[in-house]
């Protein structure tokens, strides 16, 4: 099965620091997305990539920014944290064909306080 | 308003009962769909995907797909409590990059 990593599994930031989640994937997947769970609301993508050097914005991108360095990793940045982010982040990756399958990495619990 | 909805949002079943989950989008460009299986505390996982009309079967878990009326249902016949999971359903369309819009879930508690 696909292998995506995350780090940290658990962060406690304050109001106005920034914040940096990480996630890498050893399957060679060209696109990965970044999504946060929030109960009510399910999953919602956040930012995604296609590949190295590129990011588009989800539905729900304010707030957030999105880096992939290289093929394996993409980084979600939170420059001023707000306690509304607060939420579990999950990272996926997968194949760019229409039927493809994403793998989710185990998720990231965010507390801001 | 959500495009992709669920229901119901919980169901409990009896340990050996058959539990049906539902999802509908109301995105006329979605083209293909996904059910996910998201254990308490743990990541999401791809359990069945449905992309034409009709059925399809694995093991003791039965997806069905109606394009005009993009629902898409899901069916575990013989449901066990290691079944007891949140249950996602997502689409996607054919516009490029694979992106899912999720559904709240539905809550599937299988009583012993």
């Known amino acids: 099965e696909a292998a995506v990593t995350q780090s940290p599994r658990n962060k406690v930031a304050v109001t106005g620091g920034k914040v940096t989640l990480s996630c890498n994937q050893t399957n060679n997947h060209n696109n990965m997305y970044w999504y946060r769970q929030d109960t009510g609301h399910g999953l919602r993508l956040i930012h995604y990539?296609?590949?190295?050097?590129?990011?588009e914005k989800g539905d729900i991108p304010d707030g957030y920014k999105a880096s992939r360095p290289s093929q394996e990793n993409f980084s979600l940045i939170l420059e001023l944290a707000t306690p509304s982010q607060t939420s579990v982040y999950f990272c996926a990756s997968g194949d760019e064909g229409f039927q493809d399958t994403q793998y989710f990495g185990p998720g990231t619990r965010l507390l801001v306080l | 308003q959500q495009k992709v909805q669920q229901s119901p949002e919980s169901l409990i079943v009896p340990e050996g009962g058959m539990a049906s989950l539902n999802c509908t989008s109301s995105d006329r460009n979605v083209d293909y769909f996904w059910w996910y299986r998201q254990h308490s505390g743990k990541s999401p996982k791809m359990l069945m995907s449905i992309f034409s009309n009709g059925e399809k079967e694995e093991g003791r878990f039965t997806v069905h797909l109606n394009k005009a009326s993009l629902h898409t249902s899901l069916h575990i016949r013989d449901s066990q409590p290691s079944d007891s999971a949140l249950y996602l359903c997502?689409?996607?369309?054919?516009?490029?990059?694979?992106?899912?819009?999720f559904g709240k879930g539905t809550v599937l508690l299988v009583s012993p």
């Open positions: 997502a689409a996607s369309d054919d516009s490029g990059y694979n992106k899912l819009t």
């Open positions: 990539s296609y590949g190295a050097g590129s990011t």
